[in-house]
C-alpha cells in the first residue's frame, strides 16, 4: 500500500520561505513523475509542480521563478524548495505521483499571512 508523507509546512510572513518534503513508501519509486500539487479552502487541488526520474520540472505560471521541486531518489523522497511566499500561496499541499495518482496523503498546511 501506498504512502504518502508531507511535512513542512507552517504559518510564514509573506515573501517568507519554506521547504517541503514528502516521503514515499510502499511503491516502486524509481521511473516516476511526481508531482506537487496544492489545494486552497473552497478550490479544487491544482498542480503546482512535477519531476521525472531524470530531474526534468515542469512548474505552474503562478509559482514559476519562486518554487523548486527537487527529489531524492536514494530516499524516495520529493520536495519543494518554495520562496518570496504571498498570501495566495495559502493552501494544504500534496504530494502524488504525476496523471495517475495514488491515493492522496494527509499533506501539509501552509499559510502565508502577516
Known amino acids: 500500500q501506498v504512502q504518502l508523507v508531507e511535512s513542512g509546512g507552517g504559518l510564514v510572513q509573506p515573501g517568507g520561505s519554506l521547504r517541503l518534503s514528502c516521503v514515499v513508501s510502499g511503491t516502486i519509486f524509481s521511473g516516476t513523475t511526481m508531482g506537487w500539487y496544492r489545494q486552497a479552502p473552497g478550490k479544487q487541488r491544482d498542480l503546482v509542480a512535477t519531476i521525472n526520474w531524470f530531474g526534468n520540472t515542469y512548474y505552474a505560471d503562478s509559482v514559476k521563478g519562486r518554487f523548486t521541486i527537487s527529489r531524492d531518489n536514494a530516499k524516495n523522497t520529493v520536495y519543494l524548495q518554495m520562496n518570496t511566499l504571498k498570501p495566495e500561496d495559502t493552501a494544504v499541499y500534496y504530494c502524488?505521483?504525476?496523471?495517475?495518482?495514488?491515493?492522496w496523503g494527509q499533506g501539509t498546511q501552509v499559510t502565508v499571512s502577516s
Open positions: 502524488n505521483r504525476y496523471s495517475t495518482n495514488w491515493n
